[in-house]
DNA sequence: TCCTTTTATCGTATGTTTACGATAAAAGTC
DNA sequence: GACTTTTATCGTAAACATACGATAAAAGGA
């Protein structure tokens, strides 16, 4: 790459595509919702839901704190995460924001365009 | 990889995991806002607004298709892009699913949570 | 202190993504 | 038919993602 991301795109740009990023995979979606229905949980427990050895879950925990939609704590010899609702709120905003451009059109494409 | 994603994961997850890719570089949300903003429009005119040679903002344009939140149609030499309202009504609805989970928790996860 | 439990990180293999330039293909114009 | 314009695809290099097993580190219990 020649020039820098933020020399180029906006950061709203940036940020939900980091977000959208940190959704792009179904382990992590199914962590997430996991997480949702738990309020919070231990990484055991996940590593037991999902058919992935608990070095790769680990690793997607840590693309979703990353991205800031998880807190994790040391709980002793555990390690406890939850969701960070405050930054998942941000998330949908930036995504209704998009969202908003594309319902308003007026265009009615319901097969192509041109 | 040993299992099949199909075996692993939800169609939901699926689905909403391939959505989220497909926004998950900020040249693919800028090509979706200047969509927005314009209804349709070609290739070289995407081409123009974005610092990348012609065959990455190709590639970028491949990949939303792939995904279904564009469409796109021949028109004489030209190729014409326009959005897929509809497949993106379908992410949100997706997108907002897994929110309204979140959204309904109980706990105010302020600063971490254990 | 040693052992167990739990999780993070390392090393590594494999596959995917992103970028570019070069080239091919499709269609209109001269 | 030759030329131009426009876009897709090919080839390729570099970077990143995803999976695993092995190992380290942190903390509690015997």
Redesign the interface.
């Known amino acids: 790459m020649t020039?820098r991301?933020d020399e180029?795109?906006s950061d709203k740009?940036?940020n939900?595509?980091?977000y959208?990023?940190?959704?792009?995979?179904?382990?992590?979606?199914?962590i997430?919702?996991h997480l949702?229905?738990q309020?919070?949980c231990i990484c055991g427990e996940i590593v037991e839901i999902?058919?992935l050895a608990q070095s790769t879950v680990s690793q997607h925990l840590k693309e979703l704190k990353k991205a800031k939609l998880i807190?994790g704590?040391i709980?002793g010899p555990r390690s406890?995460?939850?969701?960070?609702?405050?930054k998942?709120?941000e998330m949908?905003e930036l995504?209704?924001s998009?969202?908003s451009?594309?319902?308003?059109?007026?265009?009615?494409?319901?097969?192509?365009?041109?």
Do not use: F, Q, W
């Open positions: 020039k991301k180029i795109y740009e940036i939900l595509s980091e959208a990023k940190a959704l792009s995979h179904p382990a992590r979606i199914a997430l919702k949702a229905s309020d919070r999902l058919p807190t704590e709980d406890c995460y939850c969701i960070n609702k405050e998942y709120i949908m995504m209704d998009l969202s451009l594309i319902v308003k059109m007026k265009s009615d494409n319901k097969k192509g365009c041109c």
